[in-house]
């Protein structure tokens, strides 16, 4: 491994006559023994001291008691082919992904007509690869407004159908993973506005604005989703006047909106606070009247800060709508919860909630991933 | 005069305090407005369904079963009871569920900044497969293995006199034996001994720089003190075992399998959260902290604990408050699996009354309370963690 030490020698004194004299006099040396491939790496990492090897040996024990067990349950004994239908898999002893064969359509989009199935499907793909493009920082711009909105019609026509010879499908049936994702967008592109407003609002000069908002804030966060949800589903009908019905999906919809613009709105004040004041003085110094200041000044230098929290937040909202499940819409949770409810099949569930989990994880993972990198990202402008 | 009044007029739009008034006075007429907008409907469609409003539906008899509670409860008693014994049923779970949830996060957070390789892996395995996934989701599968556990004739028993079915958990309870008594006033005696040992040991320091073990002495006294007089009347301990009667248990403590999932489902939830809150917790105080402390003589101990902790601790407790108010809120999806919770117990009145508006108001008024009360106490302990500024 070693170069032999003349030929080492005449290497260093060669280097020496162009540029640095002094290195020569520090002969090359073999790194340590802790930077030395496998064995001294584990030596470093797993048994540096005798509380580390006890650990080591403790967390060795406890993958060789959990990995073989769940290796032979999920791939060896698993039962992958749905031909043989749940008998088969209550003859074998492993895991049962036959269910996901025979049960993916109704978990994925829930009692939505059967051999409508692509307009859902479609509608999720565009939304899917709207989300993609809108993550990759050299397209955002403008036109990606317009795209949503376009986006979000044809998504309405597709699952809605009743024009263009496509069949009326109520919001009833709809379900499964475009409900979840469908409650999330529009749940956190709904309360975006509202929660600028109550930001501001907030952080207002007078004393009845900021009372109001500081009450709506803190009584949305100081209460459990669950209970707002009760509320928009059981009193929302109330509200209205009566021979007024409202949709049980706008119901929850409005519930989810109005809960996460509390949440969204403490962000939206962090970014707001983070604006030297001299910002605001400089605008009033121009003359700007207050809109134009926060449209024109702190507002396009706050929300900038605010994206990655607000991704964050998007998170959050997109775990949140498996509550719907409580108030009786047909989400991806609902969907598989309703998918698990087969008699034949309900032996299974665990199988039935790692498949959800998946999905879910997925989709959370990817996100809050993103959110660090764009966390850094837009930190690049200003560091040093 | 004319022209005076004028500028008057003129003066007082471009005022902005009077403008400022009138927006307010705008908006609160309008949030005012809508209110009552919406309260005309509400009292119109309840008349219309023939609801009336009120709490008085509180005093009439609830005629329904309530599985568990702390609250003595049956079907006959009235609805305000049945809602204290959900409301106890929240906060029990809730509290239980904070201190493993605690004891969770921090042992993880620990474990992810280990310098075992391994350790630390596991742990980032951990908190990003579990925060990553809905809570309600891990509830259900939660709620499904316990109840897919073996009946009680074939019943898991770890040790300890833990006994695991699909009718929850047992748990062996100490039998109350009059002499208790004494042993509990010898810990009261050796607690309040404890304050004000402190205070003592705190006051010497500060007068003459001579630090007491008051710690080591104190926790010597509290755990001898209470064991000296338990010794004392003869240690009479006796355990009241679960054992097999029939087709279920009988004796000793019972948590219900809905209490099982909904503890477990919150506390794997929020531990992975608050792991994360420890490590950056952790890893907010500069390592120079510890050289310098060390370097001044302290060890390592003393280090941690005056040192460390302190500043860790003043990262750690506002997004720790969030996390247990988070917990607390959380509990309420115990209404998915049937842990009658107080929004469970609240909804089947809601069913049953058709009091939708004073049911949700509870509901909502009560974790209101909570949280206020729940954030006003880490808001104090914040203060005293706080950094003192000028």
């Known amino acids: 491994m070693n170069p032999a030490p003349d030929d080492q020698t005449r290497r260093a004194t060669a ?40 650990l080591t040996l403790l967390a060795f024990w406890l993958l060789w008691e959990i990995l073989p067990p769940l290796v032979r349950w999920g791939l060896v004994d698993a039962v992958f082919s749905p031909a043989g239908g749940a008998a088969s898999c209550r003859e074998a002893t492993g895991a049962c992904w036959a269910l996901m064969g025979e049960k993916n359509r109704l978990m994925l989009f829930g009692v939505y007509p059967y051999d409508q199935h692509w307009r859902p499907a479609l509608a999720t793909a565009l939304v899917i690869g709207l989300l993609a493009t809108s993550a990759v920082r050299s397209l955002w711009g403008r036109w990606l407004i317009w795209a949503w909105a376009v986006c979000l019609a044809v998504v309405g026509i597709l699952m809605w159908g009743g024009v263009l010879g496509l069949a009326y499908v109520e919001t009833a049936q709809w379900g499964g993973l475009p409900l979840t994702l469908g409650l999330a967008i529009l749940g956190i592109v709904l309360a975006f506005p509202l929660s600028i407003l109550l930001a501001l609002g907030r952080r207002s000069d007078l004393p009845a604005i900021r009372a109001l908002s500081v009450g709506y804030i803190e009584l949305v966060r100081g209460v459990p989703l669950v209970s707002v949800l009760f509320m928009a589903s059981v009193m929302f009908p109330l509200f209205l006047p009566e021979g007024v019905s409202i949709d ?11 809960f996460t613009a509390a949440y969204l709105a403490e962000a939206v004040r962090g970014g707001l606070q983070a604006i030297p004041r001299g910002q605001e003085e400089a605008a009033d110094a121009l003359g700007l009247t207050y809109w134009q200041k926060m449209r024109m000044v702190v507002l396009p230098q706050a929300l900038r800060l605010v994206i990655p929290p607000i991704v964050n937040q998007f998170i959050s909202c997109f775990k949140d709508t498996s509550l719907v499940t409580i108030v009786g819409l047909y989400d991806l949770l609902a969907a598989t919860k309703a998918a698990l409810a087969d008699p034949d099949w309900r032996p299974f569930f665990v199988e039935g909630y790692i498949a959800a989990a998946l999905v879910y994880w997925s989709f959370c993972f990817f996100m809050s991933r993103y959110s660090q990198w764009l966390e850094r990202e837009l930190a690049k402008g200003s560091r040093r | 005069m004319r022209a005076k009044r004028q500028g008057g007029m003129r003066a007082l739009i471009y005022s902005a305090r009077f403008r400022g008034l009138v927006y307010q006075v705008v908006v609160v007429a309008a949030v005012i407005a809508l209110g009552w907008y919406l309260v005309n409907n509400t009292l119109a469609n309840l008349a219309a369904r023939g609801i009336a409003t009120g709490l008085s539906f509180l005093g009439r008899e609830a005629g329904f079963d309530i599985g568990e509670g702390a609250v003595a409860y049956q079907a006959s008693d009235s609805y305000l009871r049945a809602l204290v014994v959900g409301l106890f049923n929240t906060l029990s779970v809730s509290v239980v569920g904070i201190i493993l949830a605690s004891t969770l996060g921090l042992v993880i957070g620990i474990a992810r900044l280990s310098g075992n390789w391994i350790v630390a892996r596991l742990a980032t395995l951990y908190v990003e497969a579990v925060r990553n996934v809905p809570l309600l989701l891990q509830l259900f599968v939660w709620y499904g293995l316990v109840t897919a556990l073996p009946g009680p004739r074939q019943a898991l028993q770890p040790g300890l006199g833990l006994v695991l079915s699909n009718r929850g958990l047992k748990i062996p309870l100490p039998v109350w034996h009059e002499t208790y008594g004494p042993v509990m006033i010898a810990l009261g005696v ?51 075992l679960p ?50 402390a060390l370097s001044l003589g302290l060890t390592r101990a003393q280090t941690l604990r ?24 959380n509990s309420s999806l115990a209404v998915a699996i049937g842990y009658p919770d107080l929004v469970s117990v609240a909804n089947t009145t809601i069913n049953q009354t058709g009091q939708a508006v004073e049911g949700v108001a509870l509901v909502m008024g009560v974790f209101l309370v909570i949280s206020l009360s729940l954030s006003w106490l880490m808001n104090w302990y914040n203060s005293r963690v706080a950094l003192v500024t000028r």
């Open chain 1, 248 to 258: 049980k999906l706008l119901r929850a919809l409005v519930g989810i909106t109005l």
């Open chain 1, 15 to 54: 280097a020496s006559e162009i540029e640095e004299p002094s290195s020569a006099q520090t002969p090359e040396r073999a790194p340590p023994a802790s930077q030395l491939r496998l064995l001294g790496w584990a030596r470093k990492n797993l048994f540096g001291s005798l509380p580390n090897t006890i």
């Open chain 2, 306 to 329: 005056l040192v460390i902790l302190p500043q860790a601790l003043r990262v750690i407790v506002p997004p720790l408050t969030s996390q247990y108010l988070n917990l607390t809120k």
């Open chain 2, 190 to 240: 050796a607690l309040a001994g404890l304050f004000f040992l402190r205070r003592w040991a705190v006051a010497r320091q500060y007068r003459t720089g001579q630090p007491f073990p008051w710690a080591a002495v104190g926790i010597a006294g509290v755990i001898g003190l209470p064991g000296l007089v338990f010794l004392a009347v003869g240690a009479p301990l006796e355990w009241d």
């Open chain 2, 243 to 292: 054992r097999l009667a029939g087709f279920n248990f009988q004796g000793g403590g019972t948590l219900s399998p809905e209490f099982v999932a909904l503890l477990m489902g919150l506390s794997v939830y929020t531990g992975a959260f608050i792991a994360e809150i420890v490590r950056s917790g952790i890893l907010a105080v500069p390592p120079g902290q510890t050289e310098a």
